[in-house]
């Protein structure tokens, strides 16, 4: 029988294709991973985009936080080149293209959708995020992660039966605490959690995905112990191991 542990493309497949752009959850999706993972900020005028960093410095060729910007700013940016130069002239996705290109792929897989709060405050993007999942009527499921507890606590207050997550790297009990009495479903946490407390995180009713597992020995490790998931920006390798074990 197949391990069920899932694989996760972090950032969508960012190792063949730039970060959290369309390229990329598309080289993602030929290995038809069990969720596709991406993380959602917002400009200055309001509007939600797909990228990881506050920052637009490091994978573009403009300079400033995007909090800072206005949607014409951030499009106006070549994201594709600091990868590969033929990779010039690829955007920034808005969310709202973002969601348009899951249609058109027909993805019925899962959604791991980051709200970055972690480092800047975007007040009421909770809410923004959520209403814009709704008006694409996704055929698909959304699991809601966040670094920022309050606003998976939003989340849940807007949409009590949304699938949550709480990013951590430590585990506390107060973190165990939190799952139990509800405030989020699963606790996705950084590797070094699980190497350094092997006896506890290691079951699989534990309800834990890891992140980022690139390196073989972690991802067979990680496959026999049956953990729930693992966000990974090496997908092709992770689909071969996992087919092997
Ligand atoms: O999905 C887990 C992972 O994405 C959290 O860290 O910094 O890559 O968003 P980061
Ligand atoms: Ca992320």
Do not use: C
Not at 158 to 175: F, K, N
């Amino acid at each position: 029988m197949m391990n069920k542990t899932q694989i996760i493309a972090h950032r969508g497949y960012r190792v063949v294709a730039p970060e959290n752009t369309l390229p990329a959850f598309e080289a993602a999706l030929a290995y038809q991973p069990d969720m596709l993972e991406m993380d959602v900020h917002r400009t200055k005028d309001g509007h939600l985009v797909v990228i990881h960093d506050e920052k637009v410095d490091r994978t573009t060729n403009g300079t400033g936080f995007v909090k800072d910007m206005t949607l014409a700013e951030i499009k106006s940016l070549d994201a594709g080149s600091y990868k590969e130069p033929k990779m010039i002239g690829v955007t920034i996705p808005t969310f709202d293209e973002f969601l348009a290109f899951l249609r058109t792929q027909n993805f019925e897989q899962t959604l791991m959708l980051e709200i970055k709060t972690d480092h800047v405050a975007y007040p009421g993007i909770e809410k923004e995020i959520l209403d814009k999942v709704d008006a694409y009527q996704p055929k698909y499921h959304v699991l809601y992660q966040s670094f920022n507890l309050n606003s998976l606590k939003i989340v849940r207050k807007l949409q009590p039966d949304a699938d949550i997550a709480a990013l951590v790297y430590w585990a506390t009990p107060i973190v165990y605490w939190l799952k139990w009495r509800g405030v989020f479903d699963y606790i996705h946490s950084d590797i070094r959690v699980l190497k350094n407390k092997p006896n506890i995180f290691w079951r699989p009713n534990v309800h834990m995905r890891t992140w980022t597992v690139d390196n073989e020995a972690d991802m067979r490790r990680i496959f026999k112990a049956g953990l729930r998931g693992i966000i990974t920006n090496q997908v092709a390798l992770a689909t071969k191991i996992r087919q092997e074990i």
